[in-house]
Nanobody
């Protein structure tokens, strides 16, 4: 079963930090590229960070250097460490993973072309992150 469950969202002031976690089911092995995207009302989904089967990572330009994605396959957990948060980071954050087994998407390709497709990626329910000025 494809299951992902996010936690760790909340409200912080500008410059603060949050750590998001995603527990995923055993369906998703180390071969599944995974990541995080975010969405705000009236805007399109935006890929934020991704990690592939080799452990390579990629980030959306506005979060590069502030966010860090990591994965612990032994604990079936995906994390997103977010530092120096800004009001523009306010959104619902979703954990995502490729539905296809043995797809071997690179982090770069998955971030830009696959992550936000409901046909190709499984998503969690999301967790709200609110950053106040």
């Amino acid at each position: 079963q494809m299951q992902l469950a996010e936690s760790g969202g909340g409200s912080v002031q500008s410059g603060g930090s949050l750590r998001l976690s995603c527990e995923f089911s055993a369906y998703f092995t180390s071969n599944h590229t995974m990541g995080w995207f975010r969405q705000t009302p009236g805007k399109e989904r935006e890929g934020v960070a991704a990690v592939d089967w080799l452990g390579n990572t990629d980030y959306e330009d506005s979060v590069r250097g502030r966010f860090t994605i990591s994965r612990d396959n032994a604990k079936n957990t995906l994390s997103l460490e977010m530092n120096d948060l800004k009001p523009v980071d306010t959104a619902i954050y979703y954990c995502a993973a490729t539905k296809l087994k043995n797809n071997y998407f690179t982090a770069n390709y998955y971030l830009r072309y696959i992550m936000t497709s409901s046909k190709l990626s499984a998503w969690g329910q999301g967790t709200q992150v609110t950053v106040s000025a």
